[in-house]
């Protein structure tokens, strides 16, 4: 400690105060802020040092384990070298910005050897794991090593014109306990276009990541009251937080530690000093992802839109139960349906009307009264069949058979009666209706295969028909067949025997509206 890690330590505290005095002599104000802050983190890593040699010097015994020890080591080491580095750089771009050089070689100078420092302290800790009999580990660190440095080679170097282009800048939450290192993060990310928020301790930054939203977190491994680890887990664990990338940054660089972090469910793992380049990277990396993981869940949301909404016109279109049969692969839909009751309602008079309106006003009063039609269909829980015209067909006991079909079909009629004089009443047309009903078998089926629909066919269809176009206006005509499908439950007046085109004499009755017994 005292040849690898002290001395080194002790020069890089010289070299600052050196800078630190040619920059108030050249009247560099705007320097020394950041220059304080590194001598700030200088004088702790000396006296880290020291502490630790005067205790090994005194013999002192402590209950913490080796490894435990030199985790500690590691990262009391880094974390000051870290915010060296890092303001190091960040003076050192201003430099290159600004075209000023007075400072800029022992910059230079002040970040080269606090790399080197860097490796002495990881080369010290390899080596004190090797003494404690852990060869395999340390040749396990080598080959890992080696690899990263042969991908490193190999590697092509990134565009930087293409990587700005490609960027995507976010919101992201920075979560440190160390001033020093917040700042620089903080400082680094602004500069790069990024919204930045800090957070200096795992609990403050739990509860800014649950109730603001951002794409990218950087969290420190180490903190005091809530570890990262721990933080990362809660983040994982909360729906609302669950998606958003996660890259820890710690002085440790174990290989347990990275594998723990990734499991646990984050995006990266960076040790500290971090290379600024490869951070930039790995955020671009990370924010790119969530990038498109938010336009893929936006796409399937849509798609999950588009699909209810063709849902919806397809259920406009056919029955919830045909729907079913089509999507299980049936392509010939016809049933043949042993008894349904039929209703035909027509506007007495719509194509003078028609013709004395503007074409606007006609389709608005037809749309009132369809779509009072439409609500009261559903209502009972009888389909709607089509319109023709003017004209509105409905149906009961289709396409689920209804053992009360007729009764629906009887209590809807006067409803529908009601609807339209409301709207006369509202719009001031004289509109009346009239409607027709039958009941007996008929054929159900899909027809088309580009507009397709659902129809109904049979001599039941034909003669509901003629009900309606020989009914009265305002009054409800239905055919023998119906009113002895309803019994005794309606009120009924006979009308008598008619004659129906093509059907011939017919005994028809017709319904007393809004008197059920």
Not at 15 to 32: D, K
Not at 73 to 81: A, I, S
Not at 452 to 481: C, K
């Amino acid at each position: 400690m005292r040849q690898e890690v002290q001395a080194p330590a002790m020069a890089v505290d010289d070299l600052l105060n050196t800078i630190i005095g040619e920059a108030r002599a050249s009247q560099s104000e705007n320097v020394l802020s950041d220059l304080s802050r590194m001598h700030s983190a200088s004088a702790q890593l000396n006296n880290f040092v020291k502490t630790l040699i005067q205790d090994s010097s005194s013999d002192r015994r402590t209950d913490e384990s080796l490894e435990a020890f030199h985790r500690r080591l590691r990262h009391d080491l880094r974390t000051p070298l870290n915010a060296i580095k890092g303001y190091s750089e960040l003076l050192l771009e201003d430099f290159e910005e600004k075209s000023e050089c007075s400072l800029h070689d022992d910059l230079e100078k002040l970040k080269k050897s606090a790399d080197q420092l860097l490796s002495q302290i990881d080369a010290m800790t390899a080596l004190a794991r090797y003494d404690d009999g852990e060869p395999d580990n340390l040749d396990s660190r080598t080959q890992r090593l080696d690899l990263i440095a042969e991908v490193l080679r190999t590697a092509q170097p990134l565009s930087t014109s293409a990587t700005a282009e490609q960027a995507h800048l976010g919101h992201v939450l920075v979560v440190d306990d160390n001033a020093a290192n917040r700042d620089v993060l903080e400082r680094r990310l602004l500069r790069e276009g990024h919204q930045v928020t800090t957070a200096a301790n795992g609990v403050a930054g739990l509860e800014l990541a649950l109730a603001d939203e951002f794409d990218l977190i950087l969290l420190d491994l180490i903190m005091p009251e809530m570890s990262g680890f721990e933080v990362l887990r809660q983040l994982k664990a909360a729906e609302h937080t669950s998606h958003i990338p996660v890259i820890v940054i710690s002085a440790l660089d174990e290989l347990d530690s990275v594998v723990r972090c990734i499991e646990a469910g984050a995006e990266d793992y960076l040790s500290k000093p971090f290379n600024p380049t490869l951070l930039r990277a790995r955020i671009g990396a990370s924010l790119e992802k969530k990038w498109l993981r938010d336009r893929e869940k936006k796409f399937i949301a849509d798609l999950e839109q588009e699909k209810k909404r063709s849902e919806t016109l397809l259920l406009n279109i056919l029955p919830q139960s045909i729907v079913n049969r089509m999507r299980n692969g049936e392509t010939t839909i016809a049933d043949r349906i042993a008894e349904a009751t039929i209703l035909f309602c027509d506007i007495v008079g719509f194509t003078t009307l028609s013709q004395e309106l503007t074409a606007e006003r006609t389709i608005d009063f037809l749309s009132k009264i369809f779509s009072a039609f439409d609500r009261l269909a559903a209502e009972s829980e009888v389909e709607k069949i089509k319109t023709i015209g003017d004209a509105y067909m409905v149906a009961a006991g289709i396409p689920e058979p209804q053992s009360d079909h007729a009764d629906r079909i009887a209590a809807l009629a006067p409803q529908m009666l009601d609807a339209v004089a409301a709207i006369a009443k509202k719009t001031d047309l004289p509109l009346e209706a009239r409607i027709g009903i039958h009941t007996g078998p008929i054929v159900a089926g899909v027809i088309g295969t580009h507009k397709f629909v659902y129809d109904v066919w049979g001599d039941t269809v034909n003669t509901a028909s003629r009900m309606e176009s020989h009914s009265l206006p305002g009054r409800i005509q239905l055919s023998a067949a119906t009113r002895a499908a309803l019994g005794n439950r309606f009120a009924l007046e006979r009308r008598g025997v008619i004659e129906i085109k093509g059907k011939g004499t017919m005994e028809t009755y017709f319904l007393k509206a809004a008197e059920l017994r």
